[in-house]
């Protein structure tokens, strides 16, 4: 699977590259939200899955989803935060931005590939795209992104 990690911190990024790496995905890497909306721009095939850190340089995962969202040929590409903050004022505004889970840091190998959705998908969102063989329409099995 095609997996776009967006990651400022050069520590977390090199750690979840390697494990997804490993894993056999193929992971693109930007630094920014902006280096993200970039790659996006130029990508062809589009990747199955971005999962983005919430505060980076230049925009925050919040506005990168209202804009993802918003373009029609990228809004239906699932979205998982990665972030240190802890607190539920960033994971409901997380969820209600679009993002369709959220995992804390330090994530856990285990925790990154079973990735779970609850409110659109049951069981990992890794495992589902993988197993219904898309080419970045996650739509196309069902599954829905989250609508607040």
């Known amino acids: ?7 400022d911190e050069e520590v977390d990024f090199k750690l979840i590259h390697s ?8 992971v693109i890497g930007a630094h920014s939200a902006v280096e993200a909306m970039e790659i996006l ?9 971005i999962l983005m850190d919430l505060l980076l340089p230049w925009m925050n995962g919040v506005t990168f989803v209202h804009l993802l969202k918003n373009t029609s ?5 699932p979205v998982v935060a990665i972030t240190a903050h802890v607190d539920h004022f960033f994971k409901d505004a997380s969820m ?8 804390v ?11 779970n959705c609850s ?7 890794i495992d589902r795209i993988s197993e219904s063989g898309l080419d970045g329409n996650v739509k196309s099995c069902g599954a829905q ?3 607040f």
Not at 19 to 26: A, M, V
Not at 96 to 103: I, Y
Not at 105 to 115: D, G, H, I
Request: proline share 7%; with cysteine; aromatic share 6%.
């Open 96 to 103: 209600q931005a679009g993002f369709a889970d959220f995992l």
């Open 19 to 26: 494990i997804l790496s490993k894993e056999g995905h193929e």
């Open 119 to 125: 409110s659109c998908w049951k069981g990992s969102i």
């Open 1 to 7: 699977m095609r997996i776009l990690l967006v990651e």
């Open 73 to 77: 040929n990228l809004s239906s590409i």
């Open 41 to 49: 721009k130029a990508a062809r095939p589009m990747p199955h899955l």
């Open 145 to 147: 992104s989250p609508r």
């Open 105 to 115: 840091k330090p994530v856990s190998r285990r925790l990154l590939l079973r990735a």
